[in-house]
């Protein structure tokens, strides 16, 4: 079964600077989908970024980055210029191509931004 | 184009009463998709479901526990007999068949 770690259960930054938060993941397939959610306090899971496993460009989406290493079975995500707004937990998810649709997510990272 | 809804927002349920959980989709998406968050953890999978097919319940407890999408109306997760344990988020998704799923803003339930 496909597992997803994430070793960084808390993690700080200070406003406008650059964070990078860990993900891992064990899974036998070639093909599958790689996501990062936001939590907010409010607790609605906002959808971040997403990287599919044949591109081998990483995915980028404003202030999020991506550093995706698939020899590794890594995917960490890289937050820029660091908002108080970006305060949250922060999951990584995986998802086959095929087969079942469901996400499997690690057990998340607290961010926080320090003004 | 609304997000996916759910409600209640929060429900109270006593030992031994059911709960009932709504999910709408967002409008097109045919695929809806039920997690659990437990406090301090991450999301886990509970039920896929298409309109009127239950696609993949590996997630779900064996008893007490189940789901559908009928053709008309939302999706429905539906807790028998609650116990303490279950007391957690819930959470529904929707997509419309590619990958990259849009979630709802949950459901808490506790179960005193």
């Known amino acids: 079964a496909q597992t997803v770690t994430q070793s960084q259960p808390e993690m700080s930054v200070q406003e406008a600077e650059t964070v990078t938060l860990s993900c891992t993941y064990d899974?036998?397939?070639?093909?599958?989908?790689l996501f990062w959610y936001k939590q907010p306090p409010s607790r609605q899971m906002i959808l971040v970024i997403r990287?599919?496993?044949?591109?081998?460009q990483n995915a980028t989406e404003n202030r999020f980055s991506v550093n995706f290493q698939k020899a590794a079975k890594s995917f960490s995500l890289k937050i820029s210029d660091s908002q108080l707004g970006d305060a949250a937990m922060y999951f990584c998810?995986?998802?086959?191509?095929?087969?079942?649709?469901?996400?499997?997510f690690g057990k998340g990272t607290k961010l926080t931004v320090n003004p | 184009n609304a997000g996916v809804m759910q409600n209640p927002r929060h429900l109270v349920r006593r030992r031994g009463q059911e709960a009932r959980l709504r999910c709408s989709p967002m409008?097109?998406?045919?695929?809806v998709y039920w997690y659990r968050q437990l406090p301090e953890e991450g999301l886990k999978f509970m039920v896929y479901?298409?309109?009127?097919?239950?696609?993949?319940e590996s997630g779900m407890p064996k008893e007490r526990f189940s789901a559908e999408f009928p053709k008309e109306g939302p999706s429905i997760l539906r807790i028998q007999q609650v116990v303490r344990g279950d007391s957690a988020a819930y959470f529904c998704?929707?997509?419309?068949?590619?990958?990259?799923?849009?979630f709802g803003p949950g459901t808490r339930l506790t179960v005193l």
């Open positions: 998704a929707s997509s419309p068949g590619l990958a990259g799923q849009f």
């Open positions: 899974t036998s397939e070639s093909d599958y989908y």
């Open positions: 990287q599919e496993a044949y591109k081998q």
């Open positions: 998810a995986y998802r086959d191509q095929g087969g079942s649709e469901k996400l499997v």
């Open positions: 409008k097109g998406h045919s695929h």
């Open positions: 479901l298409q309109k009127e097919n239950i696609i993949d």
